[in-house]
C-alpha cells in the first residue's frame, strides 16, 4: 500500500472516531435538534490545521454546542481540489443534489470558512441564493461568526472580498514561483517517463530501464520511415510495456514524448499552461540541471517528421463541424466501452464508424462499421421498441423522487411521533433504559424497513413511467431520424435526448440501445 493511501485511511478513520465521539455524546439529545450537513475541502498544500479530520471535529464542535445534529452521510468532502472551479468538486455537487430532494434533508451546511465553500464572488452569490432563497438552507461559517443584523450581509461580503483577493494574489505568486523555478532549470510537474524524483536532491534522475524505451521510441519513430506512432504503441503494448501509470499505451504517450524537451535535459513554462500545444510562441525553454536522455540532434530529427506529419494531415484534414453525425458520442465499442468515431477513408465512398482505442492502438478487435449500416441497424430497433413495446433498457436518472406515496409517509410520521413518546416514557421514569432501548430498536427496525419500500415503489414507478415516455419519444425520433431533409443539428439533438448509449457488438453483429 502506498504512503498516500495509508494516509487517507489513517485520515478517515481519524474522521469516523470524531463522529464517533461526537455521536456518543449527543445520542440522547438530539432528537429535536436541527439537522445539518458539514462541507469541508483540503487543497494539497493545506496546513495540518486546515485538514480533513480537524475541520470535522472544529465543525462537530459547533454542531453539539449550537444544537445541531450532524448524520455521518452528510459529511462532504474534497480533497486536494481548487477552491476556484465548482465543477470539479465532486462531493460539492452531491451536496448541493442531495439539498434539492425532498423532504428537506437539512437546515444549514457548517463550514470551517467561507473561502472552504467557495473563493470566487460569483460562485458564491449563485449557490448561496440557491440554498437560502429555493431551499430555506442557510451557510454557516464556524470560524466566521456572523450576526443576525443587516451588518451581517456587508461582514459576509468582506468575508468573500478578501477570500478571492487572497486565491488571486496566490495564483500571481505561484506563477511567479513556475517561471523562477523554470529558469533555475528546476523540472515541475510529474516526472517525464524515464525518470523519476529524487525528493532530497529535488532533481529527475534517470530510470535506466524506461529510459531505454524513450531511446527505443525515438529511434524507431527517426529510423524507420513506414514506424507510425500507431504502429509504435501496438509494438510496445504487445511487449507488455506499460505507461508510468501501468496502463496501455496510446498515440497521446507517445506524441507527449515526442514533443518533450526535457528528454534534452531542458525545463519549459508556458504562462497558462501547454494544453499539449507544443507551438505555443509564449513557450519558454531554460537550461535544465537533469542529465538528457536523447541527444539534440535526435530530438530535432523527432520535431522534423511531427511537422512533415502536421502538414501531410492538414493537406488531408476534413473541415471541423459542429456535429458531423447524430450519433456522434453515442455509438460505443463492445470490447472496451470507447466511443466510435466517424471517419472518411479517400478510398472508400461510404464512410464508417471505428472504435478510438482501435485508432490509438489500445483495442484489440477492430470495432468498425459502415454508415449507412449502423444508421439502418439503429432506425430498424427504434421502430422495433416503440411498435412492439418490448423490455427496453432504461439508464436510471438521479431525479428527486415524488412524495406522493401517502400511507407510507402517513406511517413513518406516526414511527417518529412515537419515537417522542417513548423517550418521554423513559425521561419520567414509566419505562426503564433497557425498555427505551428495545423499543426504539423495533422502530428504528420498522423506520427502515418503510423507507426501502418507498424508496423502491418510487423506482419502479419512476422506470414504468420513462419507459412510457421512451415509447413516446421513439416514435417521434424515428420520423425525424429517418428523413432524409431533417436538420443534422436537430437529428443530433434528439438523439442525445433519446440515447444513453448504443453498443455495437462486431463479432456477434449486434446493438444494444440504452435509453435515457
Known amino acids: ?37 458539514v462541507y469541508i475541502r483540503v487543497s494539497t498544500d493545506d496546513q495540518v490545521e486546515y485538514s480533513p479530520a480537524s475541520q470535522v471535529k472544529l465543525a462537530l464542535k459547533y454542531a453539539k454546542e449550537h444544537n445541531i445534529y450532524i448524520p455521518f452521510e452528510n459529511i462532504f468532502k474534497d480533497d486536494g481540489i481548487s477552491g476556484t472551479k465548482i465543477e470539479k468538486r465532486t462531493q460539492f455537487q452531491s451536496m448541493i443534489a442531495k439539498a434539492k430532494t425532498k423532504p428537506k434533508p437539512f437546515e444549514t451546511i457548517l463550514v470551517y470558512s467561507f473561502s472552504r465553500f467557495a473563493r470566487n464572488r460569483e460562485d458564491s452569490i449563485v449557490y448561496k441564493s440557491l440554498l437560502r432563497k429555493r431551499l430555506g438552507i442557510s451557510v454557516v461559517s464556524i470560524t466566521q461568526p456572523l450576526s443576525d443584523g443587516k451588518e451581517a450581509i456587508i461582514l459576509e461580503a468582506m468575508y468573500e472580498a478578501m477570500d478571492e483577493y487572497y486565491s488571486v494574489d496566490l495564483a500571481e505568486n505561484s506563477i511567479r514561483g513556475k517561471l523562477e523555478k523554470a529558469e533555475r532549470g528546476e523540472h515541475q510537474g510529474n516526472p517525464p517517463y524515464g525518470y523519476i524524483y529524487n525528493k532530497n536532491t529535488r532533481m529527475l534522475e534517470i530510470d535506466p ?19 507510425s506512432i500507431k504502429r509504435i504503441v501496438v509494438k510496445l503494448n504487445a511487449m507488455g510495456i506499460k ?13 507527449i514524448i515526442l514533443n518533450n524537451p526535457a528528454y534534452i535535459g531542458k525545463t519549459r513554462f508556458c504562462l497558462g499552461g501547454m494544453k499539449r500545444n507544443w507551438d505555443n510562441p509564449n513557450i519558454q525553454l531554460h537550461d535544465g540541471i537533469h542529465e538528457p536522455i536523447v541527444d539534440l540532434e535526435t530530438f530535432e530529427e523527432a520535431q522534423k517528421r511531427n511537422r512533415k506529419r502536421k502538414e501531410l494531415y492538414f493537406k488531408y484534414a476534413q473541415p471541423n463541424v459542429k456535429h458531423e453525425h447524430w450519433i456522434r458520442g453515442i455509438l460505443k465499442c463492445s ?72 400511507v407510507i409517509l402517513k406511517l413513518l410520521k406516526q414511527l417518529e411521533a412515537k419515537e417522542k413518546r417513548i423517550k418521554t416514557a423513559y425521561s419520567e421514569g414509566i419505562d426503564t433504559l433497557e425498555e427505551y432501548k428495545e423499543n426504539k430498536l423495533n422502530i428504528q427496525k420498522e423506520k427502515s424497513n418503510l423507507e426501502r419500500e418507498l424508496k423502491k415503489i418510487e423506482y419502479d414507478s419512476k422506470i414504468e413511467n420513462q419507459k412510457q415516455q421512451v415509447y413516446s419519444k421513439c416514435a ?12 443534422e443539428n436537430t437529428k443530433y439533438t434528439i438523439s442525445h435526448e433519446l440515447f444513453d448509449k448504443i453498443i455495437y457488438d462486431k463479432i456477434n453483429q449486434k446493438i444494444t440501445i440504452y435509453y435515457k
Open 209 to 227: 530501464e524506461r529510459a531505454e524505451v524513450v531511446k527505443m521510441i525515438f529511434k524507431e519513430y527517426n529510423n524507420d520511415p513506414k514506424m
Open 243 to 255: 505507461t508510468a501509470r501501468g496502463n496501455l499505451w496510446s498515440d497521446r504517450n507517445i506524441n
Open 476 to 487: 417521434n425520433a424515428y420520423e425525424i431520424l429517418s428523413d432524409p431533409n431533417s436538420d
Open 335 to 406: 470490447d472496451c466501452g470507447s466511443t466510435l468515431v466517424k471517419i472518411k477513408v479517400v478510398s472508400r465512398k461510404t464512410a464508417h464508424f471505428q472504435c478510438t482505442h482501435y485508432i490509438k492502438g489500445k483495442c484489440i478487435h477492430n470495432h468498425y462499421i459502415r454508415e449507412d449500416i449502423i444508421i439502418s441497424a439503429i432506425l430498424e430497433q427504434i421502430k422495433k421498441d416503440y411498435t412492439e413495446k418490448i423490455d427496453i433498457n432504461i439508464v436510471s436518472k438521479e431525479e428527486n423522487c415524488k412524495d406522493d406515496i401517502e
Open 1 to 37: 500500500m502506498s504512503k498516500l493511501n495509508v494516509d487517507i485511511n489513517e485520515m478517515e478513520i481519524e474522521i469516523k472516531k470524531a463522529y464517533s465521539d461526537y455521536f456518543n455524546s449527543i445520542k440522547s439529545n438530539y432528537i429535536s435538534w436541527l439537522t445539518g450537513a
